[in-house]
């Protein structure tokens, strides 16, 4: 069973960064074989693609809305994605998701439904 622990979340003002977490976690779990992105979802809202990248961290794609600001990496001998937001906006404001999926393609998978373990999340409050 795999788990994914996020943390960094928390309050920040307008224009303000900061840089999430995401620790996975398993039983003969080979973090290096999966495809690790983060989703967010606001009050009333669907949940939204944030960013994905790749098993081997060579590369990421972004949704529009955070291209520029938000940039992800990955330690795979610590197990960890990070997402790092700066140029924060009161509309990012959101419970971020972090995502694992076991693919070592480079095809950017978007959509939640691929993704096999998910963790429960970090608040986000952007205050204007």
């Known amino acids: 069973q795999v788990q994914l622990v996020e943390s960094g979340g928390g309050l920040v003002q307008t224009g303000g960064s900061l840089r999430l977490s995401c620790a996975a976690s398993g039983r003969s779990f080979s973090f290096s074989m999966y495809t690790m992105a983060w989703f967010r979802q606001a009050p009333g809202k669907e949940r939204e693609f944030v ?13 529009d809305s955070v291209k520029g600001r938000f940039t992800l990496s ?18 990012d ?19 939640p439904r ?10 986000v409050t952007v205050s204007s």
């Open 51 to 63: 960013g994905v990248i790749t098993s081997s961290g060579g590369s990421g794609y972004y949704a």
């Open 74 to 91: 990955r330690d795979n001998a610590k197990n960890t994605v990070y997402l790092q937001m700066n140029s924060l906006k009161p509309e």
């Open 93 to 111: 404001t959101a419970i971020y998701y972090c995502a694992a999926d076991r693919y070592t393609g480079t095809y950017y998978r978007t959509q």
């Open 114 to 123: 691929v993704y096999e373990h998910w963790g429960q999340g970090t608040q």
